[in-house]
């Protein structure tokens, strides 16, 4: 039993060497000098960039300049003033076409990577099976899912509901209760409503303001490294209203507390809660 055990842990032990071998062997820097991708330092192909501004375009080709792909950038705004940055990508000769959202600040480095992952170029020429695995990695109709998104959200109702009767002339505050264990939202002598957490997802801080009864009136959305940094003072965040469908964009000084004490102050004086 015990010599079995020891066998078992050293192919187990193996086995994890290897996978670790293996990823370190694959993995590669890809980075753009220029014009040129390159990968571990090797010229890998060109990224040409155009457009504006506001809205660049790219250009894939070979390191001998013949045109593989071209991405169109499109920006699309839904009726609750939330935004979207996505790229039409279309393949050349046969005009094969994918969409991929921006999901950071540098899209020419994120589409280089997707680039490089599915092997697209191999040996500085179009790769027809890599070529097939980035259609297939990137294949949701962006386009058609945003024009649902807004027909959805142009039907959507505004919600009603009726706040807590109280004085309005304090200051709306925070407080944990220790005995409930519930972040109250307290006015005078008033409990009005709740911060309910949503998740706790790496670099995100997602929360509810619900009413006593427990109705959720507001979403609150703190992105990225914000969320996750203790140290972090300027605080910008997004809020869904769901008396008017509307994401409010706010900004807070002091950290994720201070945003939320925002957030309270906002929606009270509003209205809203």
Do not use: C
Request: aromatic letters at 8%; proline letters at 3%.
């Amino acid at each position: 039993m015990i010599t079995l055990f020891i066998r078992t842990t050293r192919r187990l032990g193996a086995v994890m060497l290897l996978m670790l071998l293996s990823l370190s062997v694959h993995a590669q820097n890809v980075a753009i000098k220029g014009d040129v991708i390159t990968v571990d330092k090797k010229p890998y192909a060109k990224l040409a960039k155009g457009g504006s501004m506001l809205m660049k375009d790219y250009t894939l080709l070979t390191l001998d300049d013949k045109e593989v792909m071209k991405a169109k950038g499109n920006i699309t705004a839904l009726p609750n003033n939330e935004t979207f940055i996505y790229y039409m990508m279309t393949f050349q000769p046969g005009g094969e076409t994918a969409e991929m959202s921006k999901t950071g600040l540098n899209f020419a480095q994120q589409l280089a990577e997707a680039l490089v992952k599915n092997e697209v170029m191999r040996d500085g020429q179009p790769n027809p099976d890599g070529i097939k695995r980035f259609r297939e990695a990137y294949s949701e109709n962006l386009s058609a899912k945003y024009a649902a998104e807004t027909e959805k959200q142009n039907n959507t109702k505004p919600l009603e509901y009726k706040t807590v009767d109280r004085s309005r002339s304090n200051q709306a505050g925070i407080n944990y209760n220790k005995r409930t264990k519930r972040t109250e939202i307290v006015q005078g002598d008033k409990v009005i409503g709740y911060l309910n957490p949503v998740s706790n997802e790496s670099g995100r801080s997602n929360w509810a303001i619900v009413l006593p009864d427990g109705l959720s009136i507001a979403e609150v959305t703190i992105e990225a490294w914000m969320a996750d940094s203790p140290g972090a003072r300027d605080i910008t965040y997004k809020m869904l209203v769901k008396k008017d469908n509307k994401y409010h964009n706010r900004s807070a000084v002091g950290g994720v507390a201070a945003a939320q004490q925002d957030a309270i102050q906002y929606l009270v004086l509003g209205g809203y809660l």
